[in-house]
């Protein structure tokens, strides 16, 4: 019996049955048709012949084109080879139960996407927790099980892209372009750097055109939470699963001040706006991996 694109090799080691592998071959991660998967349908011509009802014979893409069309995208996402090995799957929400609500959100989000409009996340807390771990997870998903064209990108990043493309006589919007216009996008790092004029003027570009668009999905993460509470007291901020005081450790994460602070009102508004707030809390997880935790640290190990 023929193996065709509808009868995948479950039992490949290299891609456990889902046709395509990812590798990491100059710093950006590339998905590629596994080599287990053989199109007994087009030969891997990508298209074949087709009759219309007046039996003339015409081409049109083959099934197996729609893989090929979700990895050219996946490969276009501009995803950090760091982020190979990042999925849902290697999250393991340790230190709080907000992490298990932030997993929750972030695999809901994907499961939900076709069928309502969605807003778009962001994922706040002290570094090293994982909100970079779950966006990029969101966005793998959303592009190779969901076929979705989206893009990543860290925002100090994309700074220094823009200033070097100054030096090449690069518009600032040859640059940002295919980040305002991508249906999905994830911008690690919010709020990161001076937040100078200039560096917020790009920003409000990017949120602005994206805001007004409506049909685009952002996801960011940030260190910087959206509150400030008084000390020895909690409040519960816009909605969030998890109180905040200033009391927790966490409260030392990005000093006293908070997003709004950082990228002001009107940017803050529309972020309100345009997504959900996901809070994230605990321990750095390079940190406890690497066995040096802070004294507050209880390790990886220990279920909270
Ligand atoms: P943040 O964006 O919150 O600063 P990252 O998502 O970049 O943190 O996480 C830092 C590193 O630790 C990454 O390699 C990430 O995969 C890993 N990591 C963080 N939290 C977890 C977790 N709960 N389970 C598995 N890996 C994690």
């Known amino acids: 019996m023929t193996r065709s694109r509808t009868q995948p090799e479950k039992n490949c080691k290299d891609c456990r049955g889902q046709h395509y592998v990812l590798k ?23 298209q074949v012949f087709a009759e219309d009802e007046t039996g003339v014979s015409f081409m049109r893409a083959c099934e197996c084109a729609g893989l090929k069309k979700r990895l050219d995208s996946f490969n276009n996402a501009n995803l950090p080879g760091k982020y190979l090995e990042t999925q849902f799957d290697t999250y393991h929400p340790i230190g709080s139960q907000a992490n298990k609500l932030a997993l929750k959100t972030a695999r809901d989000f994907v499961k939900d996407f076709e069928q309502k409009p969605q807003s778009g996340l962001l994922f706040m807390g002290t570094p090293g ?17 969901k076929g979705v ?37 994830v911008i690690d790092e919010l709020a990161k750097g001076r937040n100078t004029e200039w560096e917020l003027t ?46 927790d450790a966490s409260r030392s994460w990005a000093g006293e001040e908070t997003l709004e602070d950082k990228v002001g009102d009107r940017i803050f508004s529309r972020l309100a706006e345009m997504c959900r707030f996901v809070k994230m809390e605990g321990d750095d997880f390079r940190r406890s991996m690497a066995g040096k935790s802070s004294p507050r640290s209880s390790g990886p190990g220990k279920k909270h």
């Open 149 to 185: 064209n989206g893009k990543f990108i860290d925002f100090f990043q994309l700074l220094s892209d823009i200033r070097h493309g100054y030096s090449q006589d690069l518009s600032e919007q040859a640059i940002i372009n295919p980040f305002v216009h991508a249906p999905v996008l």
């Open 202 to 247: 790009m920003l409000d570009q990017i949120i602005s055109n994206r805001y007004n668009a409506a049909d685009k999905v952002t996801i960011f993460t940030t260190n910087y939470t959206d509150e400030v509470s008084e000390p020895g007291h909690k409040k519960k901020s816009k909605d969030t699963h998890v109180e905040f005081s200033r009391n």
């Open 24 to 46: 990491n071959p100059a710093g950006r991660v590339q998905a590629e048709i596994c080599a287990c998967f053989q199109c007994e349908i087009c030969g891997g011509r990508g």
């Open 129 to 145: 927790v994982g909100k970079t771990h779950l966006a990029v997870s969101i966005l793998k998903a959303l592009l190779l099980e």
